[in-house]
């Protein structure tokens, strides 16, 4: 690998699930993190070491206070594209550039929606892009943006096609006991996931290593059908299978069907690879295991 990266300061644009993990993982470094944020619980950024938070919206044109940002040497973006392109590089270009020299490492969390529909073919980082969802179009449009970047003025991008992200507050065993799991009906239809706590350790190795100009698939080792999951999911609780739904039902919002919309398996070869890494959750059964196992106590009670 190339010689260690030690952030002193990271710039989080966009603080959702990945990024607030992220931040969490990072605190044994002591490394500072600046957070932007369009809405907050107060308490939730309240007495949070090494954070610093701001208001910021992307879709205005406001300017990101650069005077907050003095010492940022590496970029973490989860904002998504609209149907203007990316916000961070059609509004912040210039400032974008004016770092380039002193930022080391920038991680831009794009989708595995950029391949489109394969027929449950497998597909790798050298696969023809062929989305056809308006959100896989903008996705390749965006990571285009970046890598022009990274071409024409050296920035350091690295593009991750993250697959469906599950763990804590986010998986079907809460949507079980919730009663909002439900099963769509599409024969053939597979899925890929990582675990959230096998992401953020791709993302701190790529940090701590950085190589530019990298795009990079991050999922587990088993793409499989929606049924195998719930059957081991409700197994797992010992309780009822959710309803079925089928797919043209006019309850399900257009969000929802867009999701059947490509069918595809993600290999994860070269992450494996050139990280080094083996996952802790490397399919869905070890990772619906944990996240029983570290809250028993209330699934056993639901």
Same mark, same amino acid.
């Given at each position: 690998?190339?010689?260690?990266?030690? +952030?002193?300061?990271?710039? =989080?644009?966009?603080?959702?699930?990945?990024?607030?993990?992220?931040?969490?993982?990072?605190?044994?470094?002591?490394?500072?993190?600046?957070?932007?944020?369009?809405?907050?619980?107060?308490?939730?950024?309240? %007495? *949070? #070491? *090494?954070?610093? +938070?701001?208001?910021?919206?992307?879709?205005?044109?406001?300017?990101?206070?650069?005077?907050?940002?003095?010492?940022?040497? /590496?970029?973490?973006?989860?904002?998504?594209? !609209?149907?203007?392109?990316?916000?961070?590089?059609?509004?912040?270009?210039?400032?974008?550039?004016?770092?380039? /020299?002193?930022?080391?490492?920038?991680?831009?969390?794009?989708? &595995?929606?950029?391949?489109?529909?394969?027929?449950?073919?497998?597909?790798?980082?050298?696969?023809?892009?062929?989305?056809?969802?308006?959100?896989?179009?903008?996705?390749?449009?965006?990571?285009?943006?970046?890598?022009?970047?990274?071409?024409?003025? %050296?920035?350091?991008?690295?593009?991750?096609?993250?697959?469906?992200?599950?763990?804590?507050?986010?998986?079907?065993?809460?949507?079980?006991?919730?009663?909002?799991?439900?099963?769509?009906?599409?024969?053939?239809?597979?899925?890929?996931?990582?675990?959230?706590?096998?992401?953020?350790?791709?993302? /701190?190795?790529?940090?701590?290593?950085? &190589?530019?100009?990298?795009?990079?698939?991050? =999922?587990?080792?088993?793409? =499989?059908?929606?049924?195998?999951?719930?059957?081991?999911? !409700? %197994?797992?609780?010992? =309780?009822?299978?959710?309803?079925?739904?089928?797919?043209?039902?006019?309850?399900? !919002?257009?969000?929802?069907?867009?999701?059947?919309?490509? *069918?595809?398996?993600?290999?994860?070869?070269?992450?494996?690879?050139?990280?080094?890494? #083996?996952?802790?959750?490397? !399919?869905?059964?070890?990772?619906?295991?944990?996240?029983?196992?570290? %809250?028993? *106590?209330?699934? /056993?009670?639901?």
């Amino acid at each position: 690998m190339e010689k260690l990266f030690q +952030p002193r300061q990271l710039l =989080c644009l966009g603080f959702g699930y990945t990024a607030r993990a992220f931040y969490h993982y990072l605190q044994k470094y002591n490394i500072r993190i600046i957070a932007s944020y369009r809405t907050k619980d107060k308490q939730e950024f309240d %007495n *949070n #070491q *090494n954070l610093v +938070p701001f208001q910021f919206d992307f879709n205005s044109n406001e300017k990101i206070p650069e005077k907050l940002l003095e010492d940022v040497d /590496s970029i973490l973006i989860s904002i998504p594209p !609209t149907d203007e392109g990316d916000l961070v590089i059609s509004k912040h270009r210039e400032w974008l550039l004016k770092i380039s /020299s002193r930022v080391k490492w920038i991680g831009y969390l794009s989708a &595995t929606s950029v391949y489109g529909d394969w027929q449950g073919k497998w597909v790798d980082e050298k696969s023809n892009l062929l989305a056809q969802t308006e959100r896989g179009k903008r996705r390749i449009k965006a990571e285009k943006s970046w890598m022009d970047l990274w071409q024409n003025f %050296n920035l350091p991008i690295h593009i991750f096609r993250l697959a469906g992200i599950y763990g804590p507050g986010r998986n079907v065993l809460e949507d079980l006991v919730a009663q909002k799991a439900r099963h769509i009906i599409k024969p053939g239809q597979v899925f890929n996931r990582i675990y959230i706590d096998d992401l953020i350790k791709i993302l /701190s190795l790529s940090l701590a290593y950085p &190589t530019p100009g990298k795009i990079y698939n991050i =999922c587990d080792d088993l793409p =499989c059908f929606n049924e195998d999951i719930l059957n081991f999911a !409700t %197994n797992l609780l010992t =309780c009822s299978y959710p309803l079925t739904t089928d797919l043209n039902d006019p309850n399900l !919002t257009p969000m929802i069907k867009s999701f059947y919309v490509d *069918n595809k398996r993600i290999s994860n070869h070269k992450m494996k690879v050139e990280f080094g890494v #083996q996952l802790d959750q490397p !399919t869905y059964k070890q990772g619906l295991i944990t996240l029983y196992n570290t %809250n028993k *106590n209330y699934f /056993s009670k639901h």
